[in-house]
């Protein structure tokens, strides 16, 4: 059985909430089958397991409140944009943060690195995507994780096509000479 | 030659990912409570595959 849970609480200690009608079949559906590829995609973007959790959450949260004026067929797309807009909008609040506190919270001390269980050749390729600039990391894996076109790509990152193409090129131009600098260094 | 370097980052992305499983828990989200903070705790699959990343990290140390 589904049960909710507050996507706020810390420690483990989930305290079941009433679903009540606002929960569809259609949508739960839908959370069910989209919520580890949400996850996926925003762990590449953010690099914290616990951050990408937070951030489907909420984009799912987002969802429910629309259910009634979103297309279904429109939905994933819905979603996807919604996880790309919360990292985006995590990261601004937490550089907003640092400004003003000039000291690290807890939500700035980074967690376990998933990519040290990778192979090598893959790390070398998620750490060289790390120091790309934020749009060109989001087209890179919306476009060769998500398999996305380019007008879906503009589409969830709300920019033109020809910024799509040139980040893309952009990116992959980086990645490459990152690696190549590896290599040759 | 570009395709070479596309395949190579599809499949490093397409490794990475598949670290991500599927949450071991079947919980529909609800709202964030005024007074809690966001999710700090580790949690079903979460807590074991960082525990599994901080064991390479020592390892790899």
């Given at each position: 059985m589904l049960v909710a849970v507050s996507?706020?609480?810390?420690?483990?200690v989930d305290r079941p909430v009433a679903i009540g009608a606002e929960w569809d079949g259609a949508l739960i559906d839908l959370y069910r089958a989209q919520r580890l590829p949400l996850l996926r995609l925003a762990v590449l973007l953010t690099d914290d397991p616990g951050t990408a959790e937070d951030v489907v959450q909420d984009a799912f949260l987002a969802l429910q409140r629309r259910w009634h004026a979103v297309d279904p067929a429109a939905a994933v797309g819905y979603l996807r944009t919604s996880v790309v807009n919360g990292v985006r909008t995590l990261y601004r609040r937490r550089r907003v943060a640092r400004r003003h506190l000039r000291t690290a919270g807890?939500?700035?001390?980074?967690?376990?690195?998933?990519?040290?269980?990778?192979?090598e050749e893959h790390r070398e390729v998620v750490e060289a995507l790390r120091t790309l600039p934020r749009r060109q990391r989001e087209v890179l894996v919306l476009r060769y994780?998500?398999?996305?076109s380019e007008a879906e790509i503009a589409a969830a990152l709300g920019i033109a096509r020809g910024t799509v193409k040139s980040s893309a090129s952009r990116g992959l131009a980086s990645l490459q000479k990152h690696l190549g600098d590896r290599r040759a260094g | 030659m570009p395709d070479e370097w596309e395949q190579r980052l599809r499949s490093s992305l397409r490794a990475y990912a598949d670290l991500v499983d599927a949450p071991d828990d079947d919980e529909l989200p609800a709202p964030r409570t005024a007074t809690a903070p966001p999710r700090a705790g580790l949690r079903g699959w979460r807590g074991g595959v960082l525990a599994a990343a901080a064991t390479a990290a020592v390892a790899s140390w």
């Open positions: 996507a706020g609480e810390a420690g483990g807890p939500e700035d001390v980074p967690s376990a690195d998933l990519a040290v269980l990778l192979t994780w998500s398999e996305l | -």
